[in-house]
């Protein structure tokens, strides 16, 4: 792969999975994995599942470390089996981890979405030449008699005919093989496929876990941590995405506007839309569409619940949501156009049209429930 192009599976300011050393939040997924491993139940498919960002390619790579550094329980020698292993945990001096960082363990594959060869750039799809080079990595690795782990990173992105590939390598498995395939959505993959992997479900991390995570991706936290938790929902790909795109200060100006509504201040919103207009501020534009989602979302629970989500996500943010969201049925408002508001801003992206106006759509739908009595 090119220099120029990101790699597709891993976040944007954040070091690769396979570097991570530990794993935050995730202890009850990794107690999962390792009473299967004990009790002799390994499954030869996997599916790792949660939201973005909250760690489930580290523990893929995690499990794959693992699984090629630990011994089979009949290679154990003559005088009985060691107690199980309590951990996933491999010392960083192991010569597994050791090739593994360096890409060359020939135990270990990895797919990924590819470069297209024509354009040389990076397909939407992981196609089925894709799935189809393992079998040359199964005759190969094949011959050592040791086990071998496949990483599909992310399952989701696989199109058709790479979907049907891999269920028959699900349904007819490789001996000494164990798939471990990552999903953001596995609404979006094939039931025959989720029918044959045992699921690891992992949850959004604690503020404590977030932190202890970003810190090992030596990010250096802001002085509104709290806020960046709250808006990161749980996850680190999406705390590392709101700090490098200056998400914290686009959610504050979305406050700020709520905040003189119902009137509003058209001459802010009108910068904040030019703002996402610019050019090559794509991502940003991209971000602030999910930071509105947020922001009707925390509208919404504030008026079901009788009062605004802490911490506050930005200053003064726990008076505005009061404000606007004072009742039940208010908050009801603000679900129901929060479906409307998401439908268009993605309907509208989808067909190009400028990102402007769809700031300003989205920002007067907000307007006009503010403005009902």
């Not at 002799?40 to 599916?47: I, M, N, T, Y």
């Not at 782990?149 to 992105?157: E, G, Q, S």
């Not at 201040?265 to 703002?275: K, T």
Request: proline share 8%; glycine share 6%.
């Amino acid at each position: 792969m090119t220099n120029d192009i990101p790699a597709p599976d891993q976040a944007p300011g954040a070091p690769h999975p396979r570097e991570a050393v530990h794993l935050f939040g995730q202890d009850s997924a990794e107690r999962a994995f390792l009473q299967a491993h004990a009790a002799g139940r390994l499954h030869h498919g996997w599916l790792l599942t949660g939201p973005r960002g909250v760690g489930k390619a580290t523990l893929a790579w995690r499990i794959a470390r693992f699984l090629l550094a630990t011994p089979p329980t009949e290679d154990d020698g003559l005088f009985g089996a060691h107690p199980p292993p309590e951990t996933l945990e491999i010392s960083p001096d192991h010569s597994v981890a050791h090739r593994m960082l360096a890409g060359s363990e020939p135990g270990l594959a990895c797919i990924t979405r590819t470069p297209n060869e024509k354009t040389d750039r990076l397909r939407d799809n992981i196609v089925v030449e894709d799935i189809r080079k393992l079998g040359r990595f199964f005759g190969l690795s094949a011959t050592d008699g040791g086990h071998r782990v496949v990483i599909v990173d992310a399952a989701d992105d696989m199109n058709v005919s790479a979907a049907n590939a891999l269920l028959k390598m699900l349904e007819e498995p490789p001996a000494r093989t164990t798939l471990l395939l990552i999903s953001h959505q596995p609404s979006r993959l094939l039931p025959t496929i989720r029918s044959r992997c045992r699921t690891l479900r992992l949850s959004g991390l604690s503020p404590q876990a977030l932190a202890a995570a970003l810190a090992q991706a030596e990010v250096e936290l802001p002085p509104e941590n709290d806020a960046l938790a709250a808006l990161a929902r749980g996850s680190a790909g999406n705390a590392l995405r709101l700090m490098s795109l200056g998400g914290l200060e686009i959610y504050a100006e979305l406050i700020a506007i709520l905040g003189t509504m119902p009137r509003m201040d058209r001459i802010r919103a009108l910068a904040l839309a030019e703002a996402a207009a610019q050019r090559n501020a794509s991502d940003q534009f991209h971000l602030l569409l999910d930071l509105a989602d947020i922001l009707l979302a925390r509208l919404a629970r504030t008026g079901a619940c009788g009062m605004p989500p802490t911490p506050e996500a930005a200053p003064g943010e726990a008076e505005i949501l009061s404000r606007l969201s004072s009742t039940p049925a208010r908050g009801r408002d603000w679900a129901d156009i929060a479906t409307q508001i998401s439908n268009r801003a993605r309907h509208g992206v989808a067909v190009n049209l400028d990102p402007a106006a769809l700031v300003l759509d989205t920002v007067f739908k907000m307007q006009d429930v503010a403005n009902r009595p």
